[in-house]
């Protein structure tokens, strides 16, 4: 199993920016690649980015070019980078950890959640 938590929501501004981090601990090496998702009140919970061994970065269209996905080479921490954020980036945002190879389906192991507010 692998246990992810996850850090660095918080209020902020639009235009702002924002870095969220998620701590992953226990079959780390087993780890096929990692996910942010995020979910809005209300809206059903959606993929934003993926990152995967040798391969480059996956990003829905709303984010791209203003995110960005990152991870340490031994899968113990994985990165979001948020810049330019917008009132509907406002969300909880999980990680995700797929031990198999399910994408774009979410993997088996989640974290609690960071919640990210951009409001003025």
């Known amino acids: 199993q692998v246990q992810l938590v996850e850090s660095g929501g918080a209020l902020v501004q639009p235009g702002g920016s924002l870095s969220l981090s998620c701590a992953a601990s226990g079959r780390i090496a087993s780890i096929n690649g990692m996910s942010w998702y995020r979910q809005a009140p209300g809206k059903q919970r959606e993929l934003v980015a993926t990152?995967?061994?040798?391969?480059?970065?996956y990003y829905i269209d709303s984010v791209k070019d203003r995110f960005t996905i990152s991870r340490t080479n031994t899968w113990n921490t994985l990165y979001l980078q948020m810049n330019a954020l917008k009132p509907e980036d406002t969300a909880v945002y999980y990680c995700?950890?797929?031990?198999?190879?399910?994408?774009?389906?979410?993997?088996?192991?989640w974290g609690q959640g960071t919640q990210v507010t951009v409001s003025s």
């Open positions: 995700n950890a797929d031990l198999g190879y399910r994408w774009p389906n979410p993997g088996d192991y």
């Open positions: 990152i995967t061994h040798g391969r480059a970065p």
